[in-house]
């Protein structure tokens, strides 16, 4: 089975995607230089049981009930500090020297933890990252982005720490429940509309075999986000430029997560919405375009996104987005786009015009 393989340069380091259809076809798995000694497995509990046999084995681990393993929550509320600490404290209990690997299979929380694990134990081990969540494959283990929620706030906490090897397994997205398949659709609308007119065309006629998680589309729609992605951290690792234009959507998406508390709300689902009022904030400033606003929400709506949130008062959002900004010492920025691919940033937006577009 053919996979297929994507070499980027992040900020000097160099990170290897190999995307295939099945964990055992992955070579990149299979080339993993280790002994059974110095890699530190790390799971969630739903992706323990699914994946841990299969992986520890092509790893080289078949003889062995050696693997060592961290097993840390699933969700959002165990982004935290406590992760972190257990992971770090599993390699120190096991005498794990800094030329080990950290190796994280599971979602976009998941994979955050490890990398960051790994880049600050012994000043940064080896990172192996396996994606197993649509989000996680498409955006968040591409591009060096790790850390945890930190004292209420989202992503305080963190490094740019970019894995040595992303190992994509489409196969893997068979077992991950609906909503958060469907929820992972929301960052690869996002890519689309960031710069990739093909990949969006694509979603609006392949919804069928989409949401049918048709493996060869899957690889290919996962391959475009890698690369657009990928491509774009080249360029701007540290969020100096233009890399923050993947976060069209996420200010008011992160306004949303924390209004209720990282819980009962999907990340995918708070980008969906994000975008849609990205876009309206857009239209009320005149910059962004009315029929490829619709066009989006259109798409947005024929892939089930809820996009109103009615019980959550603007005010409460419009807090969120500001302790936030407070907290960061930085400006409330926005992305917005004029169309597909014309993006650019906006600071200084009244509370006003917010208020408006989160009561529309
Ligand atoms: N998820 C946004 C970024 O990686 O920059």
Same mark, same amino acid.
């Given at each position: 089975?053919?996979?297929?393989?994507?070499?980027?340069?992040?900020?000097?380091?160099?990170?290897? %995607?190999?995307?295939?259809?099945?964990? /055992?076809?992955?070579?990149?798995?299979?080339?993993?230089?280790v002994s059974a000694k110095d890699t530190l497995y790390v799971y969630d509990d739903?992706?323990?049981?699914?994946?841990?046999?299969?992986?520890?084995?092509?790893?080289?681990?078949?003889?062995?009930?050696?693997? #060592?393993?961290?097993?840390?929550?699933?969700?959002?509320?165990?982004?935290?500090? *406590? @992760?972190?600490?257990?992971?770090?404290?599993? &390699?120190?209990?096991?005498?794990?020297?800094?030329?080990?690997?950290?190796?994280?299979?599971?979602?976009?929380?998941?994979?955050?933890? %490890?990398?960051?694990?790994?880049?600050?134990?012994?000043?940064?081990?080896?990172?192996?990252? %396996? +994606?197993?969540?649509?989000?996680?494959?498409?955006?968040?283990?591409?591009?060096? /982005?790790?850390?945890f929620n930190y004292h209420g706030y989202k992503n305080l906490i963190g490094t740019?720490? +970019?894995?040595?090897?992303?190992?994509?397994?489409?196969?893997?997205?068979?077992?991950? +429940?609906?909503?958060?398949? $469907?929820?992972?659709?929301?960052? %690869?609308?996002?890519?689309?509309? =960031?710069?990739? *007119?093909?990949?969006?065309?694509?979603? *609006?006629?392949?919804?069928?075999?989409?949401?049918?998680?048709?493996?060869?589309? =899957?690889?290919?729609?996962?391959?475009?986000?890698?690369?657009?992605?990928?491509?774009?951290?080249?360029?701007?690792?540290? *969020?100096?430029?233009?890399?923050?234009?993947?976060?069209?959507?996420?200010?008011? &998406?992160?306004?949303?997560?924390?209004?209720?508390?990282? /819980?009962?709300?999907?990340?995918?689902?708070?980008?969906?919405?994000?975008?849609?009022?990205?876009?309206?904030?857009?239209?009320?400033?005149?910059?962004?375009?009315?029929?490829?606003?619709?066009?989006?929400? $259109?798409?947005?709506?024929?892939?089930?996104?809820? =996009?109103?949130?009615?019980?959550?008062? +603007?005010?409460?959002?419009?807090?969120?987005?500001?302790?936030?900004?407070? /907290?960061?010492?930085? $400006? =409330?920025?926005?992305?917005l786009q004029r169309s597909i691919g014309d993006n650019l940033i906006e600071e200084?937006? @009244?509370?006003?015009?917010?208020?408006? #577009?989160?009561?529309?």
């Open positions: 089975m053919i996979t297929d393989i994507y070499r980027f340069n992040f900020g000097g380091n160099v990170c290897t %995607v190999e995307i295939g259809m099945s964990l /055992k076809g992955l070579n990149a798995l299979r080339r993993v230089p739903n992706t323990e049981g699914l994946f841990a046999g299969d992986i520890e084995k092509i790893t080289g681990r078949e003889e062995e009930s050696a693997a #060592v393993r961290v097993v840390i929550d699933h969700g959002e509320e165990h982004k935290s500090w *406590e @992760s972190v600490n257990r992971i770090l404290e599993k &390699a120190v209990e096991s005498d794990f020297g800094r030329d080990c690997t950290f190796m994280g299979i599971g979602g976009g929380v998941l994979t955050d933890l %490890v990398a960051f694990a790994s880049s600050v134990y012994m000043r940064g081990s080896g990172l192996i990252l %396996v +994606p197993t969540t649509l989000l996680s494959m498409v955006d968040a283990s591409i591009g060096g /982005k790790t850390g740019f720490y +970019p894995a040595e090897k992303v190992c994509i397994a489409i196969e893997t997205l068979e077992s991950l +429940p609906e909503n958060e398949f $469907n929820a992972g659709i929301a960052e %690869v609308i996002k890519t689309a509309m =960031l710069g990739d *007119e093909e990949l969006f065309g694509m979603l *609006e006629r392949e919804k069928k075999r989409l949401l049918g998680r048709d493996g060869e589309l =899957l690889k290919e729609i996962v391959g475009r986000c890698v690369i657009f992605k990928g491509r774009l951290v080249e360029e701007d690792l540290r *969020e100096r430029g233009k890399r923050a234009f993947l976060n069209l959507g996420h200010t008011f &998406a992160h306004a949303l997560e924390s209004s209720v508390n990282f /819980k009962g709300i999907l990340h995918g689902e708070a980008v969906a919405w994000g975008l849609l009022k990205a876009l309206e904030l857009g239209a009320q400033l005149n910059i962004t375009d009315y029929s490829y606003m619709e066009r989006v929400k $259109n798409l947005l709506l024929d892939y089930g996104f809820p =996009l109103k949130y009615d019980s959550i008062k +603007p005010a409460r959002l419009i807090s969120a987005m500001y302790g936030d900004k407070k /907290k960061r010492k930085g $400006n =409330l920025r926005f992305i200084g937006i @009244s509370e006003e015009l917010l208020n408006r #577009v989160l009561s529309g």
